[in-house]
């Protein structure tokens, strides 16, 4: 029963942990304020996308024409002699425009990417921190028994001086160790501080935490390198080359130019004006297929740096979980040391009631005990962290 109600126990103090840390995540998700430029580097390029499909803004120009050397204006002396208003536009064809707006379109998509991959960097710095938050409150709760437990065996130690069983060097080396857990309290207060301070910091505000108990989360039990955001940015950067690729194919089509103008001339009729003209792709083996052969290398080099991402990935998850298994055996190993020193030290208590052992022996097995602690909540506080960092990957 009593068995029952401990996992009960574990099980509250989990979810409680969960849910904190679900509404802190929750509440930089929300607040973080590089987060919100995402939405404005996503329009930009939406507007881009349009911008790509509208024809260049029109020429308009004024000009004299046929003029003689003798005057620079027109005159009656020069009936050829006029002013002329024209106007002109370059026409690119629609496909051009398709292909160009297609690139920032996609661009487009690729910020929902980059978004993706802020947010997982900014989880797992923001979960590490907490954990490192957690921490603080078990160093304290450590530095706390460790008090109560010198304090008391100042208790027996005075007891024992009164009458003559114990020395003063006994109680003066119980005080000054006293002291020494006043400074780990106020590390531990000095630690929290500054891990708020730094999660308030890429929360983008206030977030309301407690603190408590340092419980251990569990290690992922799948990894799909496909599903990582950093290969995903891989693959949108390649659908963008790809449709580079195919603006460049289509480089070569004409662009028209269209004009009209309108001549005053002083004695003569005005002159009406009309030119059509096009580009015409002499050089296209030289220039316009070398700007498709260098998009497609770009590509090809894309792909490789896509393999060699999934490889990195897969490599780095790999390598958190084989820590991860590493570092759970020290912990266990750690806490079957902590159940022998507390059987020892019980031991030790009841021999010197009895006088049967000295106060330092006491002091020097409980001093492996709290160090054991402290090594035991800074195992579970790096099984988080390494977590978090597994979870970032996902």
Known sequence: MKRFLVLILIFVITLTYANELDRLVEFTLRNNPA????????ESYLYKEKFQLSLPNPQIGVGLTNLDTKEFLPRRENPMSGISLFISQKYILPIKREKSA?????KALKVLTQEENYKKELIRRIKELYWEFSYSFEMEQIAKDME???KDLITITEEKYRYGKALLSDLIL??????KVKELLFKAQKLRETTLSMIKALAGGDPELKGDKLVMVSFPETFDPERNVKVKLIKEELKIIK???????VEHYPDIFLSAGYT??????????????????????????????EKKEKYRAKLFELENEKLKVTGEFSALEASYKVTSEILKTVSRE??????????????YEYERTDIRDILRAYRILWSLEFDRAKLIKELNQIVAKAEALQ
């Open 338 to 351: 902590i159940e022998e020193k507390t059987k020892e030290i019980e031991a030790l208590l009841i021999a």
């Open 174 to 179: 119980l005080r000054v160790e006293l002291l």
């Open 243 to 249: 449709r580079e690729i195919e603006r460049a194919e």
């Open 148 to 150: 109560r437990e010198i």
């Open 264 to 293: 005053v001339r002083p004695q003569l009729p005005n002159l009406l004006t009309f030119r059509a003209a096009l580009t015409i792709p002499l050089w296209k083996k030289k220039r316009e297929d070398l700007l498709v052969l």
């Open 102 to 106: 297609g690139v920032f379109g996609q």
């Open 35 to 42: 987060i919100k430029s995402y939405k404005n580097l996503k």
